[in-house]
Nanobody, 123 residues
Framework: QVQLVESGGGLVQAGDSLRLSCAAS????????MGWFRQAPGKEREFVAL????????YYTDSVKGRFTISRDNAKNTVYLQMNSLKPEDTAIYYC????????????????WGQGTQVTVSS
């Protein structure tokens, strides 16, 4: 049974940092590209960042470029999202997701999803 478990969310002030983690089990982690998505209240889920299987290639939505960094540790079956210079508009539930083989920013292509972790940024 595949499980993705996010952690690291919380309530912070604008300008602060958070590091999200997503621990995967039940799959051969190194065979999966990983993505982070988020959903704010009243809005659709949106792509945030992705990383390929080896960790060599990453891609970000424009609004987080230069502030967020996605990384992975295949030995620990974990993907991370380092979020710096947080803004109130970053407030959302953050989800990690896995996709077999190749990476994409399209959420419908992902095979497995975590339950999400809440990030709230106050102004």
């Amino acid at each position: 049974q595949v499980q993705l478990v996010e952690s690291g969310g919380g309530l912070v002030q604008a300008g602060d940092s958070l590091r999200l983690s997503c621990a995967a089990s039940g799959l051969t982690f190194s065979m999966y590209a990983m993505g982070w998505f988020r959903q704010a209240p009243g809005k659709e889920r949106e792509f945030v960042a992705l990383i390929n299987r080896s960790g060599e290639n990453t891609y970000y939505t424009d609004s987080v470029k230069g502030r967020f960094t996605i990384s992975r540790d295949n030995a620990k079956n974990t993907v991370y999202l380092q979020m710096n210079s947080l803004k109130p508009e970053d407030t959302a539930i953050y989800y990690c997701a896995s996709k077999y083989h190749s990476a994409t920013s399209y959420s419908t292509a992902y095979d497995w999803w975590g339950q999400g972790t809440q990030v709230t940024v106050s102004s």
